[in-house]
């Protein structure tokens, strides 16, 4: 990848809509150059999805906090590890964790969870606490996000 190709991302993450055309006349390159460069992009999976973003307000969440998640007290460790993988991977089928992800200290996962106000987001974080995987929830509120806030919807698998 190198300069071209990145900035071809860049105008298609400002909008994803912008025909190809508009892209060669802003970057001063053939039309089929960049038809020819955003297909391979797309199909070495550097591109994933053309996506519309939402705001969070728009689907009433105005409170997030990143959670740090501890999994724990299985009999063995290693079901404690995998447990950690499952448990990221359920909470990160609920559209209100918009970011999930394992730390590399182990048996740890980070996210960011919105909520429509403090009384909910506060419930989210108890219902982790009640998991029997669960040992530990910290919990950093979030006044203001200022760039991240978009709703992408799921990736193609």
Excluded at 10 to 17: F, G, K, S, Y
Excluded at 70 to 86: A, D, K, M, N, Y
Excluded at 128 to 154: C, N, Q, Y
């Amino acid at each position: 990848m190198d300069e071209l190709d990145r900035a071809i991302i860049r105008l298609l993450q400002q909008d994803a809509r912008i025909p190809f055309t508009r892209i060669a006349e802003a970057l001063k390159q053939p039309d089929t150059t960049v038809h020819f460069r955003a297909r391979r992009l797309r199909d070495n999976g550097v591109v994933t999805r053309f996506t519309a973003l939402v705001s969070p307000e728009a689907l009433g969440y105005h409170t997030a906090g990143l959670l740090r998640i501890e999994i724990g007290g299985h009999i063995l460790p290693q079901i404690s590890i995998e447990r950690t993988v499952s448990f990221a991977e359920d909470i990160a089928s609920d559209e209100q964790f918009l970011w999930v992800a394992v730390g590399r200290e182990p048996m740890t996962i980070h996210a960011l969870c919105m909520a429509s106000d403090d009384e909910d987001f506060d419930a989210r974080v108890e219902a982790l606490r009640r998991s029997p995987d669960v040992t530990r929830v910290s919990v950093i509120r979030l006044e203001k996000v200022v760039k991240g806030w978009e709703i992408s919807g799921w990736p193609e698998r």
